[in-house]
């Protein structure tokens, strides 16, 4: 199994970036998805999560409004659009597929079971 992750990079306050996750060698279908990130010393946090099953997505308060995650069939990705970003957005986003994944529980790093090796993201002010 392999998580893909891309479209990092570096952007100013207020500007937008859309981070795309490759998903391969799992059925697709039967995984919810999400994204985590991590700054430098800081834990990692849960940004957001899109269900495989109803295609119900959540999103943690710090991003509501301002990012959306999608999931595309065909392609098998999963994307995470930001907008109106913020310094405070800058860390390394991580994509995350977690066969059992539910709205509940999403926010849980540890119930995933694969995991991407990050995109870079920097929000400069």
């Known amino acids: 199994v392999q998580l893909v992750e891309s479209g990092g990079g570096s952007v100013q306050a207020g500007g937008s970036l859309r981070l795309s996750c490759a998903a391969s060698?799992?059925?697709?279908?039967?995984?919810?998805f999400a994204w985590f990130r991590q700054a430098p010393g800081k834990e990692r946090e849960a940004v957001a999560f899109?269900?495989?099953?109803?295609?119900?997505?959540m999103f943690a308060d710090f991003v509501k409004g301002r990012f959306a995650i999608s999931a595309d069939n065909a392609k098998n990705t999963v994307d995470l659009n930001m907008h109106t970003l913020k310094p405070e957005d800058t860390a390394v986003y991580y994509c995350?597929?977690?066969?059992?994944?539910?709205?509940?529980?999403?926010?849980?790093?540890?119930?995933?079971?694969?995991w991407g090796q990050g995109t870079q993201v920097t929000v400069s002010s």
């Open positions: 060698g799992l059925s697709f279908d039967d995984y919810s």
């Open positions: 995350a597929a977690d066969r059992g994944g539910t709205w509940y529980t999403w926010h849980i790093g540890g119930l995933y079971d694969y």
């Open positions: 899109i269900s495989r099953q109803d295609g119900r997505t």
